[in-house]
């Protein structure tokens, strides 16, 4: 069956880093694009970033600038560094596949506490 495990959250203080990792099963993952989204209690899940199969990545205007994408199709993983965190990055991570057949699927994500 398809899996997503998130991991690599945490506290970091502001202005620190993570690096988080979404490991995955059950699926081609190479053939699709990747992508991180987040969400905080009482808000809509919301995009952060995107990954396509070639590499190419978009990302969400709050965080450009500061977290990357990156995948490893040998490992079907899919990560998101983060850096120069803010309070306001403070949220649950789910990584997703966001235009395959298995779209609806997630993981339990990881919480990501961004605070002094």
């Known amino acids: 069956q398809v899996q997503l495990v998130e991991s690599g959250g945490g506290l970091v203080q502001p202005g620190g880093s993570l690096r988080l990792s979404c490991s995955t099963s059950?699926?081609?993952?190479?053939?699709?694009?990747m992508a991180w989204y987040r969400q905080t209690p009482g808000k809509e899940r919301e995009f952060v970033a995107l990954i396509f199969i070639e590499g190419s990545t978009n990302y969400a205007d709050s965080v450009k600038g500061r977290f990357t994408i990156s995948r490893d199709n040998a490992k079907n993983t899919v990560y998101l560094q983060m850096s120069s965190l803010k309070a306001e990055d403070t949220a649950v991570y789910y990584c997703?596949?966001?235009?395959?057949?298995?779209?609806?699927?997630w993981g339990q994500g990881t919480q990501v506490t961004v605070s002094t």
């Open positions: 997703n596949a966001p235009r395959s057949p298995v779209k609806d699927s």
């Open positions: 059950g699926f081609t993952f190479s053939k699709y694009a």
